[in-house]
């Protein structure tokens, strides 16, 4: 079993900044992508931000110069900084990992975290 904590949301002005944070643990024998998602109110969930084992990240056109993907592998952990915040960043925020168990190392299972409330407001 494996499981994905989020942590960092919050309440932040319009052009303030913060960063998430997401853990994984439990049987892990090795982590593939990193994502991360956001859903705002009435509005489907979206991609935000990825990034490989090996560093390679994209990001949604909307946050592209703004927001930062990191991760640290030996934590198993993924991070994204969100700087210059816009009200319409507003939503719940998701880990997303596409992880190999020790249970069943020759198949990856996705895995979703359980969300952080982002609130950009004045």
């Known amino acids: 079993q494996v499981q994905l904590v989020e942590s960092g949301g919050g309440l932040v002005q319009p052009g303030g900044s913060l960063r998430l944070s997401c853990a994984a643990s439990?049987?892990?024998?090795?982590?593939?992508?990193m994502d991360w998602y956001r859903q705002a109110p009435g509005k489907q969930r979206e991609l935000v931000a990825g990034?490989?084992?090996?560093?390679?990240?994209n990001y949604a056109d909307s946050v592209k110069g703004r927001f930062i993907i990191s991760r640290d592998n030996a934590k198993n952990t993924v991070y994204l900084q969100m700087n210059s915040l816009k009200p319409e960043d507003t939503g719940v925020y998701y880990c997303?990992?596409?992880?190999?168990?020790?249970?069943?190392?020759?198949?990856?299972?996705?895995?979703w975290g359980q969300g952080t409330l982002v609130t950009v407001s004045s």
């Open positions: 439990g049987s892990i024998f090795s982590i593939n992508a």
């Open positions: 990034i490989t084992s090996g560093g390679s990240t």
């Open positions: 997303n990992a596409k992880v190999r168990t020790v249970a069943n190392p020759f198949r990856y299972t996705e895995v």
